[in-house]
């Protein structure tokens, strides 16, 4: 079964530069989370997707980040303009949620951004 | 919010012997609890939960005990292999809504051969 997948890799910037990270989730996984993991932190939900919609995107700093997932397929994180507090790794992560249960909860391998 | 605290951040031990890693919570309507390993440059992989209806669940070398009164959960890992190095997070939620987890720092395990 294919992962997650995420891309780019690595990520360089200026700061006040923009960025956009992509990710496509697990065929069939309806919901979809962005995360943001700080260097010596653990992931920081960013935002919750199911299908196309967003469920919580109550830590996401939306002054200068969006997120999208127009099909209900893959997603995009945007950063505008970049910060350079914003060096992380932004994880992406999907699974199949039946309103109980969790199943088959993945991470991707993630997105290196360091904001010089 | 729920805040997760995680010790120590790093731990050291030497080849077969025991690693035990300790989490305390804050939100007591937490009922699941899952442990991740990371090795460096890969991502997060789930390698043992339990939830608040059970006090330990093992899987091989690993277990996980919880208690909900004091509101803190471990790991163990014992006969440690060199393999085994990696960060290990551990993290609380809600209901069963893995995605939606409080994540611990993480604790940075060095299995020396």
Known sequence: ?116 | GENVEQHPSTLSVQEGDSAVIKCTYSDSASNYFPWYKQELGKRPQLIIDIRSNVGEKKDQRIAVTLNKTAKHFSLHITETQPEDSAVYFCAASRGTNAGKSTFGDGTTLTVKP
Do not use: M
């Not at chain 1, 995420?6 to 065929?27: D, G, H, T």
């Not at chain 1, 700080?38 to 299908?51: E, V």
């Not at chain 1, 992380?88 to 999907?94: G, H, I, N």
């Open chain 1, 1 to 116: 079964e294919a992962g997650v997948a995420q891309s780019p890799r690595y990520k360089i910037i200026e700061k006040r530069q923009s960025v956009a990270f992509w990710c496509n989730p697990i065929s069939g996984h309806a919901t979809l989370y962005w995360y943001q993991q700080i260097l010596g932190q653990g992931p920081k939900l960013l935002i919750q997707f199911q299908n196309n919609g967003v469920v919580d995107d109550s830590q996401l700093p939306k002054d200068r980040f969006s997120a999208e997932r127009l099909k209900g397929v893959d997603s995009t994180l945007k950063i505008q303009p970049a910060k350079l507090e914003d060096s992380a790794v932004y994880l992406c992560a999907s699974s199949f949620w039946d309103k109980t249960t969790n199943y088959g909860y993945t991470f991707g391998s993630g997105t290196r951004l360091t904001v010089v």
